[in-house]
């Protein structure tokens, strides 16, 4: 099966950019739903941007939409997120996450609809 590590994260003053990869291994399916999500200490695993690696505009929540991009290279089977103006309320352990076959619109952003999930990155922005 797949097997997703994360990659990129770090400490960064509000204002500042990261970008972190999730890199796939293993068994690779031919199309996957790959999901970006969250989680600060004390608080739920929150959705930020999800992605169909078969070719469509990502989907994001408004807490980071127009700050962060999601993307993908399928030539490095590497998910993307592009974070932007980040603040401290950004301050989370990233955990990238996959389902075989194309994105639900509706479930994107439902942490039980993926498969498989990386072991997560630390993102940490200082006021």
């Known amino acids: 099966q797949v097997q997703l590590v994360e990659s990129g994260g770090g400490s960064v003053q509000a204002g500042g950019s990261l970008r972190l990869s999730c890199a796939a291994f293993g068994y690779i399916a031919s199309s996957y739903c790959m999901g970006w999500f969250r989680q600060a200490p004390g608080k739920e695993r929150e959705a930020i941007a999800a992605l169909y690696t078969g070719g469509r505009s990502g989907y994001y929540t408004d807490s980071v939409k127009g700050r962060f991009s999601i993307s993908q290279d399928n030539a490095k089977n590497t998910l993307y997120l592009q974070m932007n103006s980040l603040k401290p309320e950004d301050t989370a352990m990233y955990y990238c996450?996959?389902?075989?076959?194309?994105?639900?619109?509706?479930?994107?952003?439902?942490?039980?609809?993926?498969?498989?999930w990386g072991q997560g990155t630390q993102v940490t922005v200082s006021s």
């Open positions: 996450a996959a389902r075989p076959g194309d994105c639900n619109r509706h479930l994107v952003f439902w942490a039980g609809w993926y498969n498989h």
